[in-house]
């Protein structure tokens, strides 16, 4: 990782020496950002860094520390490690395998950046705490020329981060191992969730998302965090949608089981498995994300169809927009330091935006694919009550299986997805070359 991390850097100092030029400035704070109290309490939420101070160095709990860069010298890192018997403080990492790339300054009181912060109206702040960047004399916060070329060359991962989010693959699939057996093992959700996380040697605060562990009809939500205590009366399904971090880059991988492997809803679940590896298998540098969206569409009107849950050509329901019933959400997202990593619309350093078309207003990427880019696949199939009602009163209705879909309603829906990155050569898909290291495949 030590090579790996040598090139990362020098990467980044060529994205910081083009964001200054662009900006007519001399230097780059960047501040790590400090856990916020809770609303009139003394307790405090979990602390989440600054991702682009996490994107020069690679330690998600180096709160209140500081970075400056001018992309020529050797960066500095303002490391906060104050003497504290209430908490357990940061230990410096001198000895990691990048700490070699930054001169450091060890910070005991938050107070001491003072002393060198120099110019700070020819340097920019990059951080939430806006009111410390003007007291500090900053006058240029959060400089939108600068943000801009830091989203959109952050979208473009170097190997560094491909191998950080690969280690976060393989810690995620030993937790999805654990999970599937545990509901088969008969456990609740809050149960699988536990294993899960104890699996993953992760916790609540630490995995890049709240899992989604969602049985029956609760995979149906979208984004289910509830975790029932409770056993249901009968159990049918099983959707897991969870990943882990590494160095602060996330993975996300989701799957769903069927009790009965014989059931119709299995066979839908192995349709969509098909239909995920054959997207992957069609991404190339060049086309646009949005036309493997509406191939994925295509593809489902066809299932739909096939299972007699509609009773109209494919295309007509593809035409009539049916299969936005079935699968509400985007294709899938940028991925990296963020689970929704940033610049999914951007189409350049200038910050261009290209909005999704307004029949898919939840797809979360509008780019064109391009070499080291990390996206998620991740089509889905739900039997959600809110999206399916409206149609019972239109002139379609009379063409809708309702008693096969009232029956599958009980199941929630289907999700699955893979992590891949985009290589001239076509997509690697980082999540199957993990499951092959492991040996097993989580399905």
Not at 139 to 166: D, G, Q
Not at 288 to 295: A, C, I, K, P, W
């Amino acid at each position: 990782m030590k090579t790996l991390f040598s090139q990362h850097i020098a990467r980044l100092q060529s994205i910081v020496q083009h964001a200054l030029e662009v900006s007519r400035l001399d230097g780059l704070w960047i501040h790590a950002g400090s856990a916020k109290k809770n609303f009139l309490d003394d307790q405090y939420a979990p602390f989440k860094i600054n991702p682009h101070f996490n994107y020069f160095f690679p330690d998600p709990s180096a709160e209140h520390s500081w970075l400056f860069l001018d992309g020529q010298n050797k960066p500095k890192i303002y490391f906060y490690a104050p003497e504290d018997y209430w908490h357990v403080m940061p230990n410096p990492p001198r000895s990691a395998f990048f700490a070699d790339e930054f001169e450091w300054q060890i910070l005991t009181d938050q107070q001491q950046i003072t002393q060198y912060i120099q110019q700070p109206k020819h340097c920019v702040f990059i951080g939430e705490d806006e009111s410390l960047a003007q007291s500090l004399g900053f006058t240029e916060i959060n400089s939108k020329k600068v943000l801009n070329v830091l989203h959109f060359e952050r979208s473009i991962k170097s190997e560094f981060e491909i191998a950080c989010m690969y280690q976060a693959q393989l810690s995620a699939l030993k937790g999805h191992q654990v999970a599937k057996e545990a509901f088969f093992a008969g456990k609740t959700e809050f149960e699988i969730n536990i294993d899960y996380l104890a699996a993953t040697q992760q916790s609540d605060n630490n995995v890049p998302y709240g899992n989604i562990i969602a049985i029956n009809q609760n995979s149906a939500v979208l984004h289910y965090t509830q975790l029932d205590f409770k056993h249901p009366d009968i159990r049918q399904s099983f959707l897991i949608d969870a990943g882990t971090t590494y160095l602060g880059y996330a993975s996300d991988i989701t799957r769903t089981y069927a009790l009965d492997p014989k059931s119709e809803f299995a066979e839908l679940i192995n349709q969509m498995d098909q239909f995920k590896l054959d997207i992957i298998d069609q991404l190339q540098v060049g086309f646009n994300y949005l036309s493997y969206h509406t191939q994925m569409h295509q593809w489902i009107s066809q299932m739909i169809h096939q299972f007699e849950l509609v009773k109209l050509p494919a295309e007509q329901i593809f035409e009539e927009g049916i299969s936005r019933i079935f699968l509400p959400h985007g294709l899938g997202h940028q991925l990296g330091l963020q689970v929704h990593d940033v610049a999914g619309f951007q189409q350049n350093h200038r910050g261009t935006h290209k909005a999704p078309p307004d029949i898919y207003p939840s797809l979360r990427c509008t780019r064109e694919l391009v070499e080291g880019m990390v996206v998620t696949i991740e089509p889905g199939f739900y039997f959600i009550e809110m999206l399916l009602t409206p149609w019972k009163n239109h002139p379609l209705s009379r063409f809708f299986n309702w008693d096969k879909i009232n029956k599958l309603k009980a199941f929630g829906g289907i999700r699955t997805e893979d992590n891949i990155v985009m290589t001239p050569a076509g997509a690697i898909n980082l999540t199957a070359k993990a499951e092959k290291e492991l040996g097993f495949k989580i399905k």
